[in-house]
């Protein structure tokens, strides 16, 4: 019950842009290089597949060492849907329409072509998974047992949802804006995967119908030609293989808006009755961090070892990221470095003195702007969403 997730453009065709052979490329001026960890445990360069947690359709995470890039490359980004992607064919440049319709003035019917018309913007952001860290509750809750690496930071190029949404001309009493993909269940009685987001977030200059991913044409399994990118926002929001477009007064109706994707809006237990007034979409992500190097399990040397990670929030701003290395009895803070973009992922240090020999956790947790903190723990909910207790990994530091 997780997610699934100017005018002078590239005309370059999507299609060879398939399932297999993804690439990632720097390109001029865009892009950021990859930074190097600074320490690197035996054969954490030779990880460079993603993890699957379920194969078809295909669910797979990115390795935890993959996250000492600022940007993660596409074919190491993680990938969700619930019913797999499409028949290349129907998503092919010469096929592809997107298709605006309900409370608006002018239908609209657009190609690719049509799209590339409007300004083109480029926007950083995490995107990442509602159910990323479900493997961590207690008790366990159904769904995919994702653990640390349904995320990634990525440039995301494409035209403001909302220039589309002008073009169109929004009729009052619009509130909701309601997305569906060419993508379809095997079953014919399985629901669509429909979903909305407020008209506010629809409007929003910073959400953008995306058709290129850090700099290359947006790849098959991360939602080809054009998904939603709603910044800030779990990838629940953020539709692949974007088809449909429907503004209307109420939410999209049916199971994945009225039943998936929703969390109590008060605490709950194992086996509490919910009322579904109590239950409230996934929306905006929550402050969280992750340790990129030393990976769980290394083994040290002692001395002076180089912690790094990653952290990030909703709409906000990261402003903070501690390190303890004593089960939590003290926080030191850590460096940030790196860009400080909004809705993307700040990169941060620790240089820890790792002491005498033996096992040790490092944790992290990060605050962010608005006063969120990570907590020990993630409160308890039935979906398994919004993990963000602390980080942690265990290390034994050796003898010298």
Request: aromatic residues 8%; neutral net charge; glycine residues 8%.
């Amino acid at each position: 019950m997780t997610d699934r997730n100017g005018l002078l453009i590239s005309r370059r065709s999507l299609l060879a842009h398939a399932v297999g052979g993804l690439a990632f490329a720097l390109t001029a001026n865009r892009l950021r290089a990859a930074t190097a960890p600074l320490e690197t445990e035996p054969g954490a360069h030779e990880a460079n597949s993603l993890l699957t947690r379920v194969a078809r359709p295909l669910d797979a995470e990115t390795p935890p060492q993959a996250f000492t890039a600022w940007l993660t490359p596409n074919d190491r980004f993680f990938v969700r849907s619930h019913f797999g992607p499409p028949a290349p064919e129907l998503v092919a440049p010469a096929a592809w329409r997107l298709h605006l319709a309900g409370l608006v003035e002018r239908p609209l019917s657009l190609s690719l072509d049509d799209l590339r018309r409007f300004d083109e913007v480029t926007i950083t952001a995490v995107l990442q998974c509602s159910g990323n860290g479900r493997a961590f509750y207690r008790p366990k809750t159904p769904g995919v047992q994702w653990e640390r690496g349904a995320v990634g930071n990525a440039q995301w190029t494409g035209v403001r949802l909302r220039d589309v949404l002008d073009r169109a001309g929004v009729r009052p009493p619009a509130r909701h804006l309601q997305m569906g993909g060419a993508d379809r269940p095997a079953v014919s009685d399985t629901p669509l995967f429909l979903r909305s987001i407020p008209i506010e977030k629809a409007l929003h200059p910073d959400t953008i119908l995306a058709y290129r991913m850090n700099g290359e044409p947006l790849p098959l399994l991360h939602g080809a030609p054009v998904r939603l990118i709603a910044p800030g926002w779990m990838a629940d929001s953020c539709v692949k293989w974007l088809t449909d477009l429907t503004l209307q007064a109420e939410e999209a109706q049916g199971y994945y808006m009225q039943t998936a994707y929703r969390y109590p809006s008060r605490p709950v237990g194992p086996g509490d009755a919910i009322a579904q007034q109590d239950l409230k979409p996934v929306e905006a992500m929550v402050v969280n961090s992750l340790i990129a190097h030393p990976q769980q399990g290394a083994t040290l040397s002692r001395g002076h070892v180089m912690i790094q990670g990653l952290a990030w929030t909703g709409e906000g701003r990261i402003v903070t990221v501690e390190v303890s290395t004593d089960e939590g009895r003290t926080w030191e803070a850590a460096k940030l470095v790196g860009d400080d973009v909004p809705y993307a992922w700040r990169q941060w240090q620790f240089l820890w003195r790792t002491g005498g020999p033996g096992s040790r956790t490092i944790l992290s947790r990060a605050t962010d702007d608005r006063g969120q903190v990570q907590p020990m723990a993630s409160p308890w909910n039935p979906g398994g969403f919004l993990w963000n207790g602390v980080d942690q990994v265990q290390v034994q530091v050796r003898e010298a």
